[in-house]
């Protein structure tokens, strides 16, 4: 049965905008915080007198906070409800937010900044964690296809102007606004969930929680990020690392152990007994994770061999963002239509022809050649990502929305951070290899330089197009397979 949205929504003509617009204002907060940042680290490094690495803290810790407490709070909203979540989530988010921006002043101590963003990273994590899930929750089955998809353009909207209102911010005013941008819009989406999203009982509410599941998942995770997102500045071979990323597989390895023998575990790992629940689920990884290479790659192309300027590299990679908005939008107009499989097909291909244009970059590639690539790559991402999400969604029973939901937000950034460092490696090594292979140099002419360079921006682009291969011939294998859960809640 539709759960009813009381003044939210009118029920007569199915108007559900407001509670779409709550969700896609979490989707767009969190998509925005992990792109304005960065541009503003510069300023910090300054401000607090920091080397690049110290200051790098700022991104990294609120992302291993929201590793490690994703699945934890996909969790817990399938035993408390996914409204305490989502509002306790944006209010933890918006007064992070605050405290980012107001107490590395007060107290002249960095360390306050990087507690306020690990704070901030917990109410991220519990925004990330349901937005999905309440998709699928609260959204009537005829159009679940085109909220998945309004959500995901929102992502792709927060993540390609990041970058450009971060900078407008950090140059104009400081950057200490591009925190504090956060607070009209979390206070907004605070107020409208608080009437759209109905206090539902869940089913799961006499579960007992998996608080050793919850230890391993979070210590497992920043333990495995930590070394990867920090194996090339530290050195792959220092204790750190290696230690590091050992713990992290011993404690990953009594994760799935504690998981397969607790009686309400943290994440159902018998749900991958299902081969479709288990392609869908690889499509998303490898899909980030290969797209992880182009998406760190390309601004040094931009940079190093087409020599444009920061401000240039921004708004042409936007292109790849507005793009995917566009077939975002699109796939989920035609998800009920066609179906999700069909769409995600059509996905992968326009993603496999912008991945093989994208291999043949040259120091003297046009910008308009540059600019096809990202665009067929965008629209790819954006007939693939909303399908699919919504597919996964939908496959389970509905007393496992929670956890579905917070698995595919993992699967999102997870992926992209551990691509970033194994195709950074891939890179480096390879360009060194080249260089030592025909004799070149440090000293050897600019245009020499540029030529090693683009040979191993190749060898990685190569390696991102088998992953893009896999991920064609794996969505052919994807079915759009319903749970009876929501056959009968269509039928009602």
Known sequence: MIIPMDSCTDQKNGDYSLLLVSISLAIFMASLDGTIVNIALPSISEAFSLSSAAVSWVSTIYLLVMAGCVLIFGKVSDIIGFKRIFLTGFMIFTLGSFTCGVLPDLTGSFLTLVGSRAFQGIG??????????????????????????????????????GPTIGGILTEYLSWHWIFFINIPVGILAVVLGQRCIPHVPSSASQEKFDRSGAFLIFSGLALLLFGMSEGDALGWTSPVIIGSLALALILLGLFVRNELHFSFPLLELRLFRDRNFLILNLIMILL???????????PFYLKYVGEYSTSESGLILTSLSFAMMVTGLLAGSLYNKIGGRRIANIGTFLLLIGYYLILHLRVNTSL???????????????FIVSPISNMTMTSVAKRFQGMTSSLTSLERFAPMTIGIALFNVIFIRGMMAIASEYGVTKN???????????????????VTFIFGIVIFILTFMARDQVHPDYLEESSQ
């Open 444 to 462: 050897a002419p600019v245009a020499i330089q540029q030529q090693v360079l683009t040979a191993g921006f190749d060898l990685t682009f190569a």
């Open 368 to 382: 308009w050649y540059i600019i096809v690539c990202l665009v067929m790559i965008g629209f790819g991402l954006g």
């Open 288 to 298: 980030y994770f290969g797209f992880s290479g182009i998406n760190y790659l390309l």
């Open 124 to 161: 991220g994590a519990m925004i990330t964690a349901v937005a999905p899930a309440m998709i699928a929750a609260y959204i009537p089955m005829e159009q679940k296809g085109k909220a998945m998809g309004f959500i995901m353009t929102a992502a792709a909207l927060g993540t390609a102007i």
